[in-house]
């Protein structure tokens, strides 16, 4: 087909999509311009995507003078596309259009039976369910959906998209969750990707590391993982677990996670107040195991910003264990940035200043550090990214078939 009338016209069409997408909204002398074909060539793409509803005419220009020219641009809302974050406790979905704008976000409870006699069945039913109803809300149905983006706490191999392993809460859920389940349940194309490679894409397309060279995001919560980019392009590593850092091991022989995430920072606290014998919490006043049923990540957070000494001690503590990691990290990648996120990282009024003045005292390499710009939309932002980045490419090839 190479050389063809038609294969050359899909090729212009294809490059008039991407300067539209680029520059925004142009006339189409400034498509002739911008592209280097000739006006009679523009034309004729123009009007065959104009029939294919890829772009719009948009009424004349406000020149001053001469002829008015009519205005092109891309219509962003020909199709649309959706990011879903499977989390281990919560359920986030983001509908957007081929622009990236998120036009709505919803946020539900996560439900993991008792059993999982059902569970796949049950779990992709509530998928479908919530989609639904975000697609009934805003008036739309899946013949204008084009495609879903999913991000999973777990790492998922790249080769078959099944789930070798996942968060704790959501043990069992593997096949549920695997690639071809979820392609499965929905009448449109599913990509499957690990939830901090999305955030860190993200973070990257539209976040607090936009433009940098090479960057990790570290998300710390329920579990605890990174997602490493290298000038624009995820690194993935043997089997797809390039970023689990939650399999390093500290000094005590015990995983990362079981020391950084929620539970592991919950124990911390744990510890230090059998230690201490002491409250932390001015509504705890019936003794430490009071406070001990009571205590979670977030009332320890805000007794800290209230200025209770031993909230600050606890994440002095903490902040140390975290450091650890991100020296380990720094002196084998030597990011320009790293980005700190998830639940509990995301805490970053706290953390921040006691993780800086660790690093410029102890680190050999010293990155910029900084909290995540699009917090808990991170993953569904780069969910509705990878979903958009497919889209475009389903729209180009199947114009050149």
């Known amino acids: 087909m190479?050389?063809?009338?038609?294969?050359?016209?899909?090729?212009?069409?294809?490059?008039?999509?991407?300067?539209?997408?680029?520059?925004?909204?142009?006339?189409?002398?400034?498509?002739?311009?911008?592209?280097?074909?000739?006006?009679p060539t523009v034309s004729l793409a123009v009007e065959h995507l104009i029939d294919r509803n890829l772009v719009r005419e948009m009424?004349?220009?406000?020149?001053?003078?001469?002829?008015?020219?009519?205005?092109?641009?891309?219509?962003?809302?020909?199709?649309y596309?959706?990011?879903?974050d499977i989390g281990a406790t919560r359920i986030r979905i983001a509908l957007s259009d081929l622009n990236g704008e998120i036009i709505a976000y919803r946020t539900y409870p996560m439900v993991v039976q008792e059993t999982y006699e059902r569970a796949e069945a049950t779990m992709l039913e509530l998928l479908r369910s919530h989609m639904n109803e975000l697609l009934d809300e805003n008036h739309l149905n899946w013949d204008q959906i084009q495609c879903i983006g999913f991000g999973i706490p777990g790492v998922v191999l790249p080769d078959s998209g099944r789930i070798n392993r996942i968060v704790d809460p959501l043990?069992?859920?593997?096949?549920?969750?695997?690639?071809?389940?979820?392609?499965?349940?929905?009448p449109c194309e599913v990509i499957l990707e690990n939830d901090v490679n999305l955030a860190a894409l993200g973070e990257y397309r539209s976040g607090a590391a936009a433009g940098y060279p090479l960057f990790v995001f570290f998300s710390i919560g329920t579990?605890?993982?990174?997602?490493?980019?290298?000038?624009g392009q995820l690194l993935r590593g043997l089997g797809g677990l390039t970023g689990e850092i939650?399999?390093?091991?500290?000094?005590?022989?015990?995983?990362?996670?079981?020391?950084?995430?929620?539970?592991?920072?919950?124990?911390?606290?744990?510890?230090?107040?059998?230690?201490?014998?002491?409250?932390?919490l001015e509504a705890a006043?019936?003794?430490?195991?009071?406070?001990?049923?009571?205590?979670?990540?977030?009332?320890?957070?805000?007794?800290?910003?209230?200025?209770?000494?031993?909230?600050?001690?606890?994440?002095q503590q903490y902040s140390q264990k975290i450091a650890?990691?991100?020296?380990?990290?720094?002196?084998?990648?030597?990011?320009?940035?790293?980005?700190?996120?998830?639940?509990?990282?995301?805490?970053?009024?706290?953390?921040?200043?006691?993780?800086?003045?660790?690093?410029?005292?102890?680190?050999?390499?010293?990155?910029?550090?900084?909290?995540?710009?699009?917090?808990?939309?991170?993953?569904?932002?780069?969910?509705?990214q990878v979903a958009i980045q497919q889209t475009m490419l389903n729209l180009q090839q199947e114009a050149m078939e």
Do not use: W
């Open 171 to 186: 043990a069992g859920l593997e096949e549920a969750f695997s690639l071809e389940s979820l392609s499965g349940a929905f």
């Open 81 to 84: 596309v959706c990011g879903i």
């Open 324 to 384: 650890s990691a991100l020296r380990q990290i720094s002196v084998v990648l030597a990011p320009d940035l790293i980005v700190l996120g998830g639940g509990v990282g995301g805490n970053g009024d706290v953390l921040l200043p006691l993780l800086r003045q660790i690093i410029s005292e102890q680190f050999p390499v010293q990155p910029q550090l900084i909290c995540s710009k699009l917090g808990e939309q991170a993953v569904v932002t780069g969910a509705v």
């Open 246 to 280: 939650a399999e390093m091991l500290v000094d005590d022989g015990r995983r990362l996670e079981e020391v950084l995430s929620a539970d592991g920072l919950m124990q911390l606290a744990k510890d230090y107040l059998d230690q201490h014998d002491e409250l932390l």
């Open 285 to 315: 006043d019936s003794g430490a195991d009071d406070l001990h049923r009571h205590l979670t990540p977030e009332k320890l957070f805000e007794a800290a910003r209230s200025g209770e000494v031993e909230a600050l001690d606890i994440l």
């Open 59 to 79: 009424g004349p220009a406000d020149n001053a003078q001469g002829r008015k020219a009519t205005l092109i641009r891309f219509n962003e809302t020909a199709y």
């Open 223 to 231: 579990g605890t993982g990174a997602g490493i980019m290298v000038h």
């Open 2 to 39: 190479a050389g063809t009338p038609q294969y050359i016209r899909n090729l212009n069409e294809n490059l008039i999509m991407d300067a539209l997408i680029t520059q925004g909204t142009m006339s189409r002398a400034d498509i002739s311009r911008q592209t280097g074909l000739s006006k």
